[in-house]
């Protein structure tokens, strides 16, 4: 995992020099590229807002924004993307060359960029194939804006990433040309011919497979396994771009960005503090109070943002401080921490829930409701393993006073109004599931800067704004090569051969439960959950339904193992993440996680055998 500010591709004592425009030069590019993102955002959330009263005033909304709104998250990931390897912010496994003394260190390094910038512009031949494909069919988003043209960015982005991964391979010019012409030779050999035998496409696998272990981004990894498929079968690579295209403007994937925008003005309007003191005050007289805290806030805000990586970069910073002050030890807080962040993708309006119930064809209140108690149980396991580690530890607790309550809830009013405002856009029939992000942004951006005041609009905002586009960036540019090897595995039917043999050969309905408990923590780990929804889903519901599985009881056991499949190493998302965010050593964390993944694994598996537990309050 790469934390903030060193790179896996960066040689140590090395500095970049001055651009031949001379310092200033890239800070312009830079505030260029942040000014870039920061209005894309804007415009991604007044368009619904502005689409919302229109509805309400003529009748009508702005014509073509909801295209312009999945457009834009588009150019979001891949502007994204750029900055996050401009920052040295891409998702890695690990720093393995440091551990090399030089010569062999900048060698190795050397090498890792090679491949990884070869990889990032065979993406970019992937993307210029789709938009030579959309230029002769002349399509367009809305009048004046060709579809080309929307999807130019896919090619430039990844052409910038393997720009910015050559530059950031060392100091040296020298060095940089010999990476160049090295990811310009493997990248002119994996379009050739020769990689249809299986000896070089084996040989390719395995340098991929060293480059990802030595430290080569994440995303390098999975699109080159892509980018290698698809090219060993003489499949087109403008396949893989296509199916890109198509996840990336979606109509729910704008939530991401929208919630990520909200998550972060909540952030730096210090939400979590109010939160906490309030949390505190409610909670702080039981054994382990701060950590029971924290799962509560954790649970709350990723039930709103929809995406649990975000709860632990937006609010980590100040839990992970308070843990450790109660004199909770830091593996154990390290732990929580990255275990409550896939708390609250049960809960109402937890956007998985809302995409599961749209591709398996369930009425949305009722995924709802089947969620509501997994999700209050799976909160109380980890509440209750919270409260024994606090009486290990001995941690403080907190008198409980009405007073201080009900001063805690006066401070916090406008942040304990959020769900209700985006519970009311929602089910009162007022927004959509974008357009109640929007109204979060809206709400949360309003919160900040006029009524609490902690938020500038010179300062924290648009930091708010740069640092929610390098991470949504970071992870959308590796969602699109997960999607790029999710179509390759669908086009060969990887899925529906294993859904086959488990059909023939599994003739229980509990082993059945329990292979499936062990496929999905699989997918869980190597698949985002909105690809996985988009793509297992049909093929396991008609299985679920020959062995007499509710409908809604199958998709809260999808959506429980795939919580904890953020957790599952060795790719768990929450994992990097919380590597990323804490600046820990990845192995580090998965130690930490450890004993909360196993907890949560009983959890998971009372929800699959007890199906009351899901449908206890549907209708």
């Not at 999700?375 to 941690?395: E, Q």
Request: aromatic share 10%; with cysteine; net charge positive.
């Amino acid at each position: 995992m790469t934390p903030k500010g060193r790179s896996p591709l960066t040689v140590e004592g090395l500095q970049d020099p001055p651009s031949a425009g001379g310092a200033k030069r890239p800070e312009l590019v830079d505030r260029v590229e942040n000014a870039v993102s920061i209005f894309l955002l804007v415009g991604m959330a007044a368009l619904p807002l502005l689409e919302i009263v229109g509805r309400r005033l003529w009748r009508t909304g702005v014509p073509g924004s909801n295209a312009l709104v999945q457009h834009a998250t588009l150019w979001i990931g891949f502007l994204g993307g750029a900055i996050a390897a401009r920052d040295d912010r891409l998702l890695s496994l690990g720093r393995l060359p440091d551990r090399f003394r030089e010569p062999t260190r900048g060698v190795l390094v050397a090498v890792v960029a090679a491949v990884s910038a070869a990889i990032s512009l065979l993406l970019a031949l992937s993307g210029l194939e789709l938009v030579r494909a959309e230029f002769a069919d002349g399509q367009r988003v809305i009048p004046f804006l060709p579809v080309w043209f929307a999807e130019a960015v896919i090619p430039a982005g990844f052409a910038l990433v393997a720009w910015r991964i050559v530059r950031g391979s060392s100091g040296k010019w020298g060095v940089r040309a010999a990476v160049a012409a090295g990811a310009f030779a493997a990248a002119a050999l994996v379009s050739s011919d020769l990689i249809l035998g299986s000896a070089p496409f084996a040989a390719a696998l395995v340098v991929l497979l060293a480059a990802l272990v030595l430290g080569a981004p994440l995303f390098a990894g999975i699109g080159g396994a892509a980018v290698l498929f698809f090219r060993h079968a003489d499949v087109p690579l403008g396949s893989i771009s296509a199916e890109i295209y198509r996840l990336v403007t979606s109509p729910s994937l704008p939530t991401i960005p929208l919630f990520a925008f909200a998550g972060y003005l909540l952030t730096v309007g210090n939400v979590s503090r109010r939160l906490v003191r309030f949390f505190r005050a409610l909670v702080g007289w039981m054994p382990g109070a701060i950590a029971v805290v924290t799962v509560l806030v954790c649970t709350f805000f990723t039930t709103f943002t929809g995406a649990s990586g975000v709860t632990i970069v937006a609010l980590g910073g100040i839990l992970l401080p308070a843990l450790l002050a109660e004199r909770y030890p830091e593996r154990f807080s390290l732990g929580l921490l990255t275990a409550s962040g896939s708390l609250g993708l049960l809960f109402p309006p937890c956007l998985p829930v809302i995409l599961y119930a749209v591709v398996a064809g369930i009425a949305v209140d009722r995924m709802f409701l089947g969620g509501v108690l997994p999700g209050i149980l799976l909160s109380l396991i980890m509440a209750a393993w919270a409260v024994r580690g606090g009486v290990r530890a001995g941690a403080r607790r907190t008198p409980f006073s009405l007073d201080e309550l009900g001063a805690a809830a006066w401070d916090a009013k406008w942040d304990l109004l959020l769900p209700v405002i985006v519970l009311l856009g929602i089910f009162g029939g007022f927004a959509t599931t974008v357009e109640a992000a929007a109204l979060t942004v809206l709400y949360s951006f309003c919160m900040g800067v006029f009524l609490h005041r902690d938020i500038d609009l010179r300062g924290r905002f648009p930091e708010a704004g740069t640092e929610c586009v390098r991470l949504v960036g970071g992870f959308l540019i590796l969602l699109a090569a997960a999607t790029g090897l999710t179509g390759y595995l669908v086009d060969a039917e990887v899925p529906q051969a294993v859904f086959e043999w488990i059909r023939n050969t599994i003739d229980s309905r509990f082993t059945f439960l329990l292979v499936l408990n062990g496929f999905l923590l699989v997918v869980g780990a190597f698949m985002h959950i909105f690809s996985a929804i988009v793509v297992v889903v049909p093929i396991i519901a008609p299985l679920a339904a020959a062995y007499g599985i509710h409908p809604v009881h199958l998709g809260i056991i999808f959506l429980a193992n795939l919580e904890l499949g953020f957790l599952m190493p060795p790719v768990g998302m929450n994992l990097f993440l919380s590597a990323y965010r804490f600046d820990r050593p990845f192995i580090d964390v998965v130690r930490a996680t450890l004993p909360f993944l196993l907890i949560l694994l009983g959890g998971v598996l009372a929800i699959t055998y007890i199906p009351w537990l899901t449908t206890a309050l549907l209708p």
